[in-house]
């Protein structure tokens, strides 16, 4: 069997998946499940996923796996996507986590509210664009400092916060306010040939 994503194009957490097999060279499929029309929540799907959510995977031997970080890190163990020093390493999960808890709920939700719900700017939350401005900032601090967010190499914290970062102003965030972020979104895509 061939590794089956089952994911809707417009989200960064099914990109992510993606961009992360075509680095690796792993062969896969791709099934568009529109979330947009309960696509993810018919019988069929939720047999597979009781979440009810894309990505879901179905990996080579069957199995599946869900949630688009654990997807990416059991698709690159023991690649040079996870770095093999313990704190370096240990950095890398701390931008995943960070991503998850403190990036994705804010920049990604603000361009569901306006690119999929169309909503226009005054109907975002104050509160979602706040955090969000603080996470990018977050993001500009570091990469100030060093090319990549983990030190010198690409490594899955790139590949996870550049998903939704890259299309932040679909979300009502100007990325011309943060240059170092808008070199290393360049940066990335060119690793990961994100053409789209
Ligand atoms: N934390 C999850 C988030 C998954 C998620 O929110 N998926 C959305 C699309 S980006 C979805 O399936 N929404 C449809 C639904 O919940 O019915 C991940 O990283 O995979």
């Given at each position: 069997m061939t590794l089956h994503i089952h994911g809707y194009s417009r989200s960064g957490n099914c990109l992510k998946i993606k961009w992360t097999a075509q680095k690796l060279g792993l062969p896969f499929e791709w099934t568009e499940v529109d979330v947009m029309t309960g696509g993810s929540r018919t019988p069929a799907f939720l047999a597979m996923n009781p979440a009810?959510?894309?990505?879901?995977?179905?990996?080579?031997?069957?199995?599946?796996?869900?949630?688009?970080?654990?997807?990416?890190?059991?698709l690159a163990d023991g690649s040079n996507l996870i770095p093999k020093d313990p704190y370096e390493r240990?950095?890398?999960?701390?931008?995943l986590f960070w991503e998850?808890?403190?990036?994705?709920?804010?920049?990604?939700?603000?361009?569901?509210?306006?690119?999929?719900?169309?909503?226009?700017?005054?109907?975002?939350?104050?509160?979602?664009?706040?955090?969000?401005?603080?996470?990018?900032?977050?993001?500009?601090?570091?990469?100030?400092?060093?090319?990549?967010?983990?030190?010198?190499?690409l490594s899955l914290a790139d590949v996870a916060l550049v998903a939704y970062t890259r299309v932040a102003d679909e979300g009502g965030f100007d990325l011309a306010r943060y240059?170092?972020?808008?070199?290393?979104?360049?940066?990335?895509?060119?690793?990961?040939r994100i053409t789209d």
């Open positions: 009810g959510q894309v990505p879901t995977v179905v990996l080579e031997d069957g199995r599946v796996l869900a949630q688009s970080n654990a997807v990416i890190l059991h240990a950095k890398m999960f701390e931008w998850q808890y403190s990036h994705e709920p804010y920049i990604a939700v603000a361009r569901f509210h306006r690119l999929m719900l169309g909503k226009g700017p005054d109907e975002v939350e104050a509160r979602i664009m706040e955090r969000g401005e603080a996470a990018l900032e977050r993001l500009e601090l570091q990469l100030s400092e060093t090319p990549f967010l983990v030190g010198d190499h240059p170092a972020i808008q070199a290393w979104v360049t940066r990335v895509e060119a690793a990961l």
